[in-house]
């Protein structure tokens, strides 16, 4: 079953499991998206919305907030001297796809729990001895000398002489 749903101005077709990089929406990676706006539902009955289908809704699972390539934009008035270069970032959301409901449905918890079992047994392991090692302390005789020598003062250029029609 696929789904083509409406989010940030643009339409995506989208299955379950799908990884799609859209505009930025809210939300923490970990958390729950839901997109109300499905155009067409497709698999053996073809749904299509007059603009949307009612009662469908595809849920989410945000992966990273992460930042497009850089755009830069160049404007030279030739002959002129006149140049502006601008770049933009464009702010960006990883979305995996977890569901597609229809009927009206919630997205089910059971999706979103079984992720964050694995990593919380991952957060919860200690660290080792071998992980964890302590600084050596800075050798004390290295930072007396390095306070006992003046600084360099830096040379100056003589002053311009006045001359008496200035004054």
Request: aromatic share 2%; net charge positive.
């Amino acid at each position: 079953m696929f789904a083509v749903i409406k989010t940030g101005g643009k339409q995506y077709r989208v299955a379950e499991k799908d990884v799609i990089t859209i505009d930025k929406v809210k939300g923490a990676p970990g958390d729950l998206v839901e997109f109300g706006e499905v155009l067409i539902l497709g698999g053996d009955n073809v749904m299509v919305g007059t603009p949307t289908v009612a009662g469908a809704s595809v849920a989410g699972e945000v992966v990273e907030q992460t930042r497009g390539a850089k755009v830069i934009a160049f404007k030279k008035r030739r002959r002129k001297n006149s140049r502006r270069k601008r770049g933009h970032r464009q702010e960006l959301s990883v979305i995996r796809i977890t569901e597609i409901l229809t009927d009206g449905r919630k997205p089910s918890p059971r999706a979103q729990a079984s992720e964050e079992a694995p990593a919380q047994e991952a957060a919860a392991e200690p660290a080792t001895d071998m992980e964890v090692e302590a600084e050596a302390p800075a050798e004390a005789g290295a930072s007396e000398t390095a306070e006992a020598k003046p600084a360099r003062k830096r040379a100056r250029r003589p002053a311009a002489a006045k001359s008496a029609d200035e004054d």
